[in-house]
């Protein structure tokens, strides 16, 4: 995530917790019983299943585990909790039965662009129908169903240890340009305040060879705070230290070895574009350029005037620049998408020749 600490010194992040965007884990945490029998929750800390309205302690988000039906949660080894009896739930009527249906029809194929008509025809329903009743059990649309478990499976396959590239197609996103569009509101945004030089902050790194060079990458538990390129490791490792003067900074490849892998994949055009966290303190004006670079999809290049634009401040083309030199984070914070619009390659914090090579690798991909 990003934090913007200027002038107030408060963490701000663009959303809000993942209690709220996670429609399943909030029909959890509100025992919303219209979920019973939608989907099933097991808890992975006690290896128990157990309904939405389960009148149970509620699990923390990391420990759960999404089903759509009981037998799969059976079959992957969870018990039947004894209070809330998810294995007595039958659909109230036959219009949750329908909805019920659609949601395994979603769920069957998530690598699938959905034909909303078509699922709605399979169970002798409307379109506008379909919508009304996931609108009216469910509280969010068919789409956002379908987003949700898509986040939901993506969460599992990480913390199943997948690597980050299969999971994402685990999760069935199309894309991954898709999930980095989502990512900036879903994954890795746990509040917290980065102070300044890094006090208190526990800073693991690593240094990898990659075809654009030594490659230092170092993070926090929440996300990547630097990504820097050179041509030895030893000023790296000084570069990092003098960013974080206050920071406990350690060499650690295990810790990295996940992160390593999936950038050095992606450099070495063997696997798209990873799907990373980021952990970076910024300005407010630094924090809205780098979430709009964010959202640049790999391929695509645009101009500073055309960033500016895009975050409310035509004619700030020259501020942006400066927001993307200043970046510490190269690749995941893709400010190598950015360009002249007179043409030509640029500048590029970590040399031309690097960004030529980015630009060239996204573009063939
Ligand atoms: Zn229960």
């Not at 007595?88 to 249906?101: F, L, Q, S, W, Y």
């Not at 003067?245 to 990873?274: N, Q, T």
């Amino acid at each position: 995530m990003l934090r913007v600490i200027e002038k107030t010194g408060h963490a701000m992040s663009e959303t809000s917790d993942q209690t709220i965007t996670d429609p399943f884990y909030r029909a959890l945490l509100e025992r919303d019983g219209r979920y019973d029998g939608i989907v099933y929750y097991g808890v992975t800390t006690t290896g128990i299943v157990c309904r939405a309205s389960c009148p149970a302690r509620k699990p923390r988000p990391e420990n759960t585990r999404l089903f759509l039906d009981l037998e799969a949660a059976l079959s992957a080894g969870y018990r039947p909790c004894k209070r809330c009896r998810p294995e007595g739930i039958a659909p109230a009527d036959e219009t949750v039965g329908k909805v019920i249906a659609a949601c395994r029809t979603i769920a069957a194929d998530l690598h699938a662009r959905p034909d909303w008509s078509e699922v709605a025809a399979s169970i002798s329903l409307s379109e506008r129908r379909l919508r009304d009743l996931f609108q009216e059990i469910l509280n969010i649309s068919p789409g956002q169903f379908a987003a949700a478990l898509r986040h939901a499976r993506l969460k599992e396959a990480l913390a199943d240890g997948e690597r980050v590239t299969d999971a994402i197609y685990t999760a069935g996103y199309g894309s991954p340009s898709r999930v980095y569009e989502s990512a900036g509101k879903r994954l890795g945004m746990t509040p917290g305040a980065f102070q300044k030089g890094g006090a208190g902050e526990a800073i693991s790194f690593a240094v990898a060879d990659t075809p654009v060079g030594q490659m230092l990458v170092a993070g926090t538990e929440r996300g990547i705070c630097a990504l820097l390129f050179g041509e030895a490791a030893g000023p790296l490792r000084d570069r990092l230290k003098a960013d974080f003067p206050a920071a406990k900074i350690v060499s650690d490849d295990g810790r990295m070895a996940d992160w390593c892998r999936a950038l050095k994949d992606y450099l070495e055009g063997a696997a798209h574009w990873p799907l990373l966290p980021v952990d970076v303190r910024a300005t407010a004006f630094q924090a809205k350029v780098w979430e709009a670079l964010r959202k640049i999809p790999a391929g695509q290049t645009v101009s500073y005037a055309e960033l500016a634009k895009r975050i409310g401040k035509p004619g700030a083309a020259r501020a942006v620049g400066t927001a993307c030199a200043n970046n510490q984070a190269a690749l995941v914070i893709p400010c190598h998408r950015v360009v002249p619009k007179a043409g030509g390659i640029g500048g590029y914090r970590w040399s031309p020749e690097r960004k030529r090579y980015l630009i060239d690798l996204e573009t063939e991909a």
